[in-house]
């Protein structure tokens, strides 16, 4: 979808397995030129969130914060023993997944594409963006920090019961789902210490590990918070 929206020379997508159980895969900024500003992951959440509704794909969305970091690509992951190992489009739809896991294996050397040409579609795209940051800004402002929200359904229910989490064996779910919730109490005007409070247990009865449940409740109440 991203090559027939944008249409980048398919050498400069950046496609990577992780390593483990997930994809990165990268659209150089040079395609629309944002400009710097301190509400970039939130326009970069948006952003790549619709792309993710219009693909009909699930995306991790906690990891648009302002101090997330990714591992360099021909790392190796500390548990698998694999390498986050860059993925030709060709590659990426054509093998299995063992294929992959057996490319991963070694790492892979490459050269950082070049900057690309603009796109019209990807500026508009982007532009569209900011309008509906900037709505939901000025929604904010108008009904107050607080009033009118709640907490959904959701929410509630992973207080009272892990397995709305989701499986362990559903790719991205718990962490997605637990960071909706956090966000959720974020909206709130809810401290990071009652979210945590009220969501820790829940996340690690799933089976998360206790640093990526801080870290996703961390998030979600940081990223939820109104910013007037």
């Not at 050397?109 to 603009?118: C, D, G, K, L, M």
Request: neutral net charge; glycine residues 8%; aromatic residues 6%.
């Amino acid at each position: 979808m991203l090559v027939e929206r944008y249409r980048p020379d398919e050498k400069n997508l950046l496609i990577f397995f992780s390593g483990a159980k997930g994809f990165h895969v990268a659209l150089l900024t040079s395609l629309w030129l944002p400009e710097p500003s301190v509400d970039f992951h939130e326009l970069a959440s948006l952003y790549a969130g619709e792309l993710a509704r219009l693909t009909n794909v699930t995306i991790d969305a906690s990891i648009y914060s302002k101090t997330r970091l990714f591992r360099s690509p021909n790392s190796k992951h500390a548990k698998t023993g694999l390498h986050k190992r860059r993925l030709s489009l060709d590659e990426l739809m054509g093998l299995s997944v063992q294929g992959i896991l057996e490319l991963s294996r070694e790492p892979l050397a490459f050269e950082p594409p070049e900057p690309t040409a603009t796109n019209d579609r990807a500026i508009a795209d982007w532009r569209a963006t900011q309008d509906q940051l900037q709505k939901h800004r000025e929604e904010r402002a108008e009904r107050g920090t607080t009033r009118g929200a709640t907490l959904n359904q959701l929410t509630l229910e992973i207080i009272r019961d892990c397995r709305a989490l989701g499986s362990p064996t559903e790719i991205g779910n718990r962490h997605r789902l637990l960071y909706s919730a956090a966000k959720n109490f974020g909206e709130l005007g809810a401290s990071f210490e009652l979210a945590f409070a009220l969501l820790r247990e829940s996340g690690l009865d799933s089976g998360l590990m206790p640093a990526d449940v801080e870290r996703q409740i961390q998030c979600g109440v940081s990223d939820g918070r109104p910013k007037l």
